[in-house]
């Protein structure tokens, strides 16, 4: 019986770099995190095209990257 390569479960994504999703640079200031996130704000917002049902969890993922990046460390 000829042996088999043990079956390996895929690696799972983990969550988004918070820094990517707000396209601000490590380091970033605190203005420049909040500035981003207001700016990213107004292209992803769900009300600016109700149609589009993705724009709520590209918004949901712009809110968790803005608070991670603006809690007190």
Do not use: N
Request: net charge positive.
């Amino acid at each position: 019986m000829p042996q088999t390569a043990p079956i390996r479960p895929l690696p799972r994504p983990g969550p988004p770099d918070p820094h990517a999703v707000l396209g601000v640079r490590p380091g970033a200031s605190p203005r420049e995190i909040r500035a981003a996130f207001l700016a990213r704000c107004k292209e992803v917002h769900p009300d600016g095209d109700p149609s589009d049902p993705s724009r709520h969890g590209r918004f949901l993922r712009l809110a968790e990257a803005y608070a991670a990046l603006s809690a007190p460390r």
